[in-house]
């Protein structure tokens, strides 16, 4: 039979367990979301494919993405687009690669959507792999086709 000093001491532990164990998961995630940004750059685009669509083009080509900022990370993005008769782009995009976004590093997929006349902007949704398991975010961007440069926001939580 175990002595009373035994006994108190299990109980003791078994309560510091149950409380540590209920208390790890509300510590390791966040849901306060963290706000950031930087700059992208867009390479010039490959032409996969195009097909007429009535009297608009629709065209399939990818490229090279890079960000640097709150992400930081290059990669290659698909993308798949209607031009219409005046040359405006509607298009939708993924992108994945390994980057880091604020000192973590694994895989991050994205997918973008947007508008394209000369300047391209559009709206983002970001979802980490990997050691990025858990960040999950929305943000903006817009750039110039000349040069390729823009700029992007990005708001995330790290469940």
């Known amino acids: ?31 306060d979301p963290v706000t950031g940004g930087g700059t992208l750059e867009l390479g010039p685009p490959t032409l996969i494919w195009e097909h007429s669509l009535g009297s608009s083009l629709i065209t399939d080509e990818y490229g090279s993405l890079s ?5 930081a990370g290059a990669g290659t993005i698909n993308v798949l687009a209607l031009v219409s008769p ?11 690669a390994v980057a880091t976004v604020d000192g973590r590093t694994g895989v991050l997929d994205m997918s973008l959507d947007g508008t394209d006349n000369g300047t391209y902007s559009g709206n983002l949704v970001a979802y980490g792999t990997g050691q990025l398991a858990g960040i999950v975010g929305q943000g903006q961007f817009t750039g110039q086709d000349a040069t390729g440069a823009g700029t992007y926001t990005l708001k995330y939580v790290d469940r």
């Open 1 to 31: 039979m175990r002595s009373a000093r035994s006994r108190l001491t299990v109980g003791v532990l078994s309560a510091a367990v149950v409380t540590l164990a209920a208390a790890v998961p509300s510590a390791l995630a966040s849901t």
């Open 67 to 71: 960000f640097a900022g709150t992400i």
């Open 86 to 96: 005046a040359g405006t782009e509607k298009f939708v995009a993924q992108w994945s």
